[in-house]
């Protein structure tokens, strides 16, 4: 099944907008009432749609990963008022289309692969969701927001009531000036005892969300902000050491794990390589820094891409950085980032020797 899976993906990959703007097509009209769920802008939806479906292909076989990952979906999903019914029409619609485009590939048994497969993923989301005894989503107020740089703000909310997320995790976030445009982010402190929760938002080029979030955002306006998903963490009773890769406001999670560790005396030893462009976009490091100055187990490694000359700094792109050092294969690893870098950072570990069951990344990092 997953050998079939995997080999018709490759086929319709390519295609991959088509595929998505006839998913959505047959979607609405198998479903009416799911149009409202969406903008009116759809182009971002296909995009994350097919994302996702990497995802799932990439962790087909690695059930330990994915069902987590699914149920964390199926929880998620509630903020759209998803229903039984509704899970059905999405998965004609899906092999629907991966059937109109695979052409010769799709054969009975690879429509009864993705069948089967379909069917696992939602009754793992479906039983999620009605498992979950919490909101669907936590109205929040904005009561600070804070430019760091022109296309760089910090956002504070004040949940109606405490958010249960870990930290390292991410939420989806939906703001009054883009209506249905849910984008996620991920909180930048641990949870506080007063449930506030900080946010580190750049302006994405062409993100309507982002760079009206960084504009226009209010203090008094009101968010919600949906179920915590994600894999990054750092178990302390496993006593694993930990190597960190966050490149621009990837580091926000990051740096919500080292705000909870932080509160502890000992800790696993952290590696964190932070990177960006231009030491401009290393906006979080004094504050990094001055958390290693207290914590010995910390050790923050900046990283440039250009500005050679510029001194305490390592040089060149992430994925080349951090390679420079050796595997890690004694490390439990977590980046973020953009798509490009995680792609590449990931790559470049596995070839340096990395176990792949080391490393973790979240798939949902673009505006």
Known sequence: MVRMIRESFAVVEPCADEVAKFFYGMLFSLAPTTRDMFPVNMEVQRSRLLRALVHVVQMVDRPDDLIPFLRQLGRDHRKFGVVASHYEAVGTALLAAIKKFAGKAWTPQVERAWAEAYTIMARSMQEAAAAD?????????????KRLSW??????????????YQPGQYVSVETPQRPRLWRYFSPANAPREDGTIEFHIRAVNSGWVSRSIVAHTQVGDQWRIGAPMGRLAVDREAGKDVLMVAGGTGVSPMRSILDNLAQWGENPRVHLF???????????LENLQRIAQSNPWLTVVPVVESEPGLQGYEHGSLADVVTRYGSWSDREVLVCGSPAMIRATVSRMLVAGTPLDHIRYDPFTLD
């Open 133 to 145: 005894e919490g909101p669907a989503f936590w109205p929040a107020t904005v009561v600070e927001h």
């Open 151 to 164: 296309g760089l703000a910090m956002v504070r909310v004040q949940p109606d009531y405490p958010v249960p």
């Open 274 to 284: 932070v990177g960006g462009r231009t030491r401009e976009d290393l906006y979080d």
